[in-house]
């Protein structure tokens, strides 16, 4: 805006000032003019900075799940953390439901057959597989990847167990190799 | 192009606007640097010394900057307190200067911040990042932090920290008493011993001759009458003085004067106080049972399987699928056959000693006892021990009861 | 600076109705660029051309308009970031307005920008109707055609919407002076006779203040109001342009000819000549002296800049120093002890007060004698006096000319009797609407604990 005043301003033959100083004059009254269309500006920048969230209200990314001798052998679907807790025996570990696509919570579907391999180096049980409702993607009940558009493996999350209250505690912030299991004397 | 006509504005004009220019740097240097003042930043800074004093660099560095919030949705606080109570969650910190104390650990166990957030207990603004609006002491926020200095103000003595159990009972208000609550706990004492209840409604009961007391903590301050009351002007201070007497505040009261001590009037006024329709689920309210009522009768036959005979079975969990009608434990489910004739039931039914079965089984209980319930060769050895004993019960009972109802029919391949 | 994209040769050829460069050239280098300059700057369209320099002075309209449009502005900009901000539900506004004042970086100014600039556009535009009356400015002067006191009406209209905005504004942070003014300011609605009730239902959506009424309030004062404004703004200006521009320009025309046997050129105020009709016809001879007129661009684009931006930087200031009150939640079981209006409504508070008449058994409620009747009769009055007015054209355009003394002599009483209502209403009414001096403390507020 006070560009539009500078270019007018050229032109106006008493604009200038015949005295003494009067191209100093003149240089000072543009800074002015510039500077308060720079300060509009940043006001207008500073006000978009108000948009910029300096609190959180999201869930927190450690959450306590419950006791460990709650969960059942095999699988169990956590809706709040979207989450799949395994249970086999005294070992724990956890896959997202979060499909790897496009964040599209995937479902499990029981295999007929229970199917043996090797995960991380170690011998598992896999009862399970993923679909995911949205495009289609499929994930071996480790969560590696069968078919569908999904990118990456479904991520594997940190396990522990809570020092006061003997809670399972998931740190969903924190991804964790395929050979992570959680065992609970 | 048209000539244009001679102006004498620019001259005047022109340095008009640039002063103004001038002037709107000024406001925007101003409003940004208005919104730079916070006193969290100096006490964060103080913090991270503090902790790179005691603990070094690393764990200094660790220290969170910024606005700090707890957020329970459950009650709709966000709690921003430890914005500048950084040090609360720490260890090492127990007899620093406050706001960088330790918070006693005990009490935080059975109530985790991210459960109950900060103001619940200690009152106070948990909106605010500065320190008197934070605490409560501005215009149009009823709820101070619940201070010693507050208890002070009020010459409670040696009980000026005890006022942060009003917001104890809010929840724990269906509890006789509450451990660390003491002034309160003497008030619910008081209330039995003096009979309120003889004229006030209390948590729905009680008489009718004084107004009902069960909402009272939520009645507006501007709804009592101050005129016969000297000294600060509080919903507060107007139960501690009409509870020592009644008659001074309200002429023509008929409730008695019960010469209650000052502390005793304190106490019963954090009570009456406390006294508010509480805003939450039941999550939060202690002493609310949430779980299905069993009636004596149930919980009797509950507890008799439990510690009778049967005992063993239930503890093991076989009672989930099968009765041990000879031991008194009847089976919810009832799936399996009773177990009182298991030593003979598994020749019938499998062609093999009990003893074989339970330490190979086949079909479902094969699945159970690696599964479900997994018991190992010593474990195996108890658990035929009992089924023998079980069956002998069932035999002696049988030749004992021929008169009587048999308990259990008995026919093979049942 | 030259933008090759911009600043295309000038011999390059375009087709007719074309115009070849993405904005107006400020030096026009062939006449079809001069031409173009003409037809699609907006300045050029907002403002004429040439303006009659009396009309730009300080202290004639004190451009109190200008102010008003610059505040209407500053407060959509500032609402702007406000909207994404707020939450528009009776369980999270109160909330997410402490968030704005905590923890939003510079939300507290913002919010304070808004609420300031608010407040100081109903002052401006108050002020702007003074100014109006006093110069008798919806008068028509000598040109022919004139509709300056439809303009006035349009003016009465805007008012009106501004006072509403910055009533339906004031719910919005559901605090108890948010819930308790809107229920005196809806309860004097209810107080007209037969349709009242049914009215102040309509208005909050239900019989108490509740989450209808609250987003009722949000949407009117987000989207509808602000809406109606700027198309009557649009309309205001036009009009403005329509008419001549100010009234007083047409004293230019008043003064004695240069030459008055020849036949003068007339000059037709039209958009390009496509109005036509009721375009106002003035003597060029006068307005295009070149002593009596400036060029609008720079002179009067730069005036106004000045207004805008020193009404901008004193908007920006007093939102720095002065703290947004936000009270308590709204609690429909506690009236604060006083209950306020909004202030622009405080002297119809103190009417009301006063204004309860009982003749033997028979009572009219005040909220009906002066909240409804006496407002509503004085503006029927204010909207009709443009053809109430009988006093000579020659009387347009001036401050407190001779043959207009009496009605202005009555207009200042009326400005001069709300303006001491609401002094005394804000500052003199304390608890249970006693009457206080400012030396006298009100008694405590007391707390709970």
């Not at chain 2, 709820?143 to 507050?150: D, G, R, Y």
């Not at chain 2, 509450?178 to 009979?195: D, F, Q, Y």
Request: proline share 6%; hydrophobic share 45%; with cysteine.
């Amino acid at each position: 805006m006070s560009d539009h005043g500078h270019d007018v301003s050229k032109d106006s033959p008493s604009g200038v000032s015949p005295q003494d100083g009067g191209a100093r004059r003149q240089f000072l009254i543009r800074l002015g003019i510039g500077a308060g269309g720079v300060a509009i500006g940043a006001q207008s920048v500073a006000s978009l900075r108000s948009l910029v969230p300096n609190v959180s209200y999201d869930a927190p990314t450690t959450v306590k799940l419950g006791n460990p001798v709650d969960f059942p052998d095999g699988l169990k679907f956590l809706p709040d953390e979207r989450l799949f807790v395994f249970r086999t025996g005294k070992t724990f570990h956890a896959i997202s439901a979060v499909c790897t696509h496009l964040g599209c919570t995937v479902r499990a579907e029981a295999l007929s057959q229970v199917q043996e391999t090797q995960v991380g180096g170690q011998a598992m049980r896999l009862t399970h597989r993923f679909n995911c409702p949205c495009h289609g993607s499929r994930y071996n009940g480790d969560g590696t990847t069968i078919s569908g558009p999904a990118p990456k493996a479904l991520a594997w999350y940190h396990l522990s167990v809570a020092t006061d209250d003997g809670q399972l505690v998931v740190d969903l912030a924190h991804e964790v190799e395929h050979d992570f299991r959680l065992t609970i004397a | 192009m048209e000539k244009r006509t001679s102006s004498p504005y620019p001259s005047i004009d022109r340095p008009v606007l640039a002063a103004i220019g001038v002037v709107l740097v000024g406001a925007t240097a101003f409003f940004a640097y208005s919104d730079r003042q916070h006193d969290y930043k100096w006490y964060q800074a103080e913090f991270r010394s503090q902790v790179a004093e005691k603990f070094g660099d690393e764990k200094a560095a660790g220290v969170r900057a910024g606005v700090q919030q707890v957020w329970i949705p459950g009650l709709q606080r966000a709690d921003r307190c430890t914005t500048c109570h950084q040090a609360v969650a720490w260890k090492g910190f127990e007899d620093a200067e406050e706001p960088l104390r330790t918070h006693p650990p005990e009490i935080l166990k059975a109530h985790p911040p991210e459960r109950f957030g900060c103001t619940s207990c200690h009152g106070g603004q948990g909106w605010a990042i500065d320190t008197a609006a934070a605490h409560g002491e501005v215009a149009h926020w009823e709820e101070p932090l619940l201070s010693a200095s507050l208890g002070d103000a009020y010459t409670m003595g040696t009980n000026k920290g005890a006022l942060i159990q009003m917001n104890c009972n809010v929840c724990h208000r269906y509890e006789r008493e509450t451990p660390g609550a003491g002034m309160i706990n003497r008030a619910k004492a008081l209330v039995e011993e003096k009979g309120c209840r003889a004229c006030h409604v209390i948590n729905g009961r009680g008489g009718t001759i004084g107004p009902d007391l069960t909402a009272v903590g939520e009645k507006a301050p501007e709804q009592y009458d101050y005129g016969r009351l000297s000294g600060q002007q509080t919903a507060f201070a107007w139960h501690v003085a009409h509870l020592k007497d009644p008659r001074a505040l309200v002429q023509d009261s008929v409730m008695p004067n019960f010469h209650l001590s000052t502390t005793d009037a304190q106490a019963l006024s954090m009570l009456v106080l406390s006294w508010r329709p509480a805003r939450m689920s039941a999550d939060f309210i202690a002493g609310v049972p949430r779980a299905d009522v069993q009636t004596a009768e149930q919980k009797r036959a509950e507890d008799e399987m439990k510690t009778g005979p049967g005992a063993w079975f239930v503890q093991t969990g076989c009672f989930v699928c099968h009765s041990i009608a000879a031991l008194g434990v009847k089976s919810p489910a009832q799936i399996g056959p009773d177990l009182s004739t298991a030593v003979d039931d598994t020749q019938k039914r499998f062609g093999m000693t009990v003893d074989d079965f339970i330490m190979n089984p086949t079909g479902t209980m094969s699945v159970v006892l690696t599964r479900q319930i997994v018991l190992d060769t010593e474990q195996r050895k108890v658990a035929i021990q009992k089924l023998r004993e079980a069956f002998a019960e069932h035999q002696k009972q049988q030749a004992a009861g021929a008169a009587g109802p048999a308990v259990v029919s008995h026919q093979p391949g049942s | 600076m030259k933008l090759p994209f911009i600043h295309r040769a000038p011999d390059e050829a375009s087709a007719p109705g074309v115009h070849p460069t993405p904005f107006w050239s400020l030096r026009p280098r062939t006449d079809r660029e001069s031409g173009d300059a003409v037809v699609s700057n907006f300045m050029l369209h907002w403002f004429p051309a040439k303006v009659y320099k009396p009309s730009l002075d300080w202290n004639y309209s004190f451009w109190l308009g200008t102010m008003s449009a610059a505040l209407f502005l500053l407060l959509i900009v500032s609402g702007l970031p406000l909207l994404f901000l707020y939450v528009p539900s009776v369980e999270r506004a109160y909330q997410s307005v402490k968030d704005i004042e905590y923890v939003v970086t510079f939300g507290w100014w913002i919010r304070a920008v808004h609420r300031i600039g608010a407040h100081l556009m109903v002052v401006a535009v108050v002020l702007h109707l003074v100014r109006v009356f006093l110069t008798g400015a919806y008068k028509n002067g000598v040109g022919a055609g004139q509709q300056r006191e439809w303009n006035w009406v349009i003016g009465v209209v805007m008012l009106l919407l501004t006072l509403f905005l910055s009533f339906t504004g004031y719910l919005l942070p559901w605090d108890q002076l948010a819930y308790w003014a809107v229920t005196v300011g809806t309860n004097i609605a209810s107080s007209v006779p037969f349709v009242g009730p049914e009215v102040r239902e309509l208005m909050i959506g239900g019989r108490t203040i509740e989450q209808a009424t609250l987003i009722r309030f949000y949407v009117l004062h987000c989207i509808m109001l602000p809406g109606a404004l700027g198309v009557l703004f649009a309309y205001h200006m036009w009009r403005v342009r329509k008419d001549g521009g100010l009234a007083r320009a047409d004293r230019a025309a008043v003064l004695p000819a240069a030459r008055t046997t020849a036949p003068v050129a007339s000059k037709t105020y039209t958009l390009l000549g496509v109005a036509r009709g009721t375009a106002p016809t003035v003597r060029t001879s006068s307005l295009d002296a070149p002593d009596l007129t400036v060029n609008a661009v720079p002179d009067l684009a730069r005036r106004a800049m000045i207004v805008v931006l020193a009404t901008f930087a004193i908007v920006s200031l007093m939102a720095s120093g002065i703290p947004s009150p936000l009270e308590e939640p709204a609690n429909a079981l506690v009236t604060p002890n006083p209950a306020k209006a909004p202030w622009y409504f405080l002297w119809l508070q103190e009417i009301v007060t006063d204004t309860t008449i009982r003749i033997g058994s028979f009572t009219i409620n005040g909220a009906f004698i002066g909240g409804v009747v006496l407002p509503g009769l004085l503006l029927t009055v204010m909207t009709a006096w443009p053809w109430l007015d009988r006093s000579p054209a020659s009387a347009a355009g001036r401050w407190f000319p001779s043959d207009r003394r009496r009605q202005n002599q009555v207009f200042l009483l009326i400005v001069i009797v709300v303006l001491v209502f609401t002094v005394i209403g804000m500052f003199l009414r304390g608890p249970y609407w006693n009457l206080y001096w400012p030396w006298e403390s009100w008694p405590d507020i007391p707390g709970r604990i």
